[in-house]
Nanobody, 116 residues
Framework: QVQLVESGGGLVQAGGSLKLSCAAS????????MGWFRQAPGKQRELVAV???????HYVDSVKGRFTISRDNAVNTVYLQMNTLKPEDTAVYYC??????????WGQGTQVIVSS
């Protein structure tokens, strides 16, 4: 059974930093490229960062240079270090395999609020 547990969100001022964590079930984690997604109020969920099993990373332009995705295969966890946060980064953040669809299993997410 897939498990995805996101944590680390919170309220931060613009320019601040947060580090998100996502603990996944072992088999699911090992078999998949993983990504961080976010969904802002009234908007569709978007993929913002990807890390392959080998550690290659990819980012959407809006977070390049500010966010860093990583994974620890020993503990089945994917991280998202977010620096220089902006109010437009405010969203609920989710991790999941890449690709994923709305019909797939999703965790509860973790809320990030960036105040101006």
């Amino acid at each position: 059974q897939v498990q995805l547990v996101e944590s680390g969100g919170g309220l931060v001022q613009a320019g601040g930093s947060l580090k998100l964590s996502c603990a996944a079930s072992a088999t699911f984690f090992r078999l998949n490229t993983m990504g961080w997604f976010r969904q802002a109020p009234g908007k569709q969920r978007e993929l913002v960062a990807v890390v392959t099993g080998g550690g290659n990373t990819h980012y959407v332009d809006s977070v390049k240079g500010r966010f860093t995705i990583s994974r620890d295969n020993a503990v089945n966890t994917v991280y998202l270090q977010m620096n220089t946060l902006k109010p437009e980064d405010t969203a609920v953040y989710y991790c999941n395999a890449v690709p994923s669809t709305p019909q797939d299993f999703w965790g509860q997410g973790t809320q990030v609020i960036v105040s101006s």
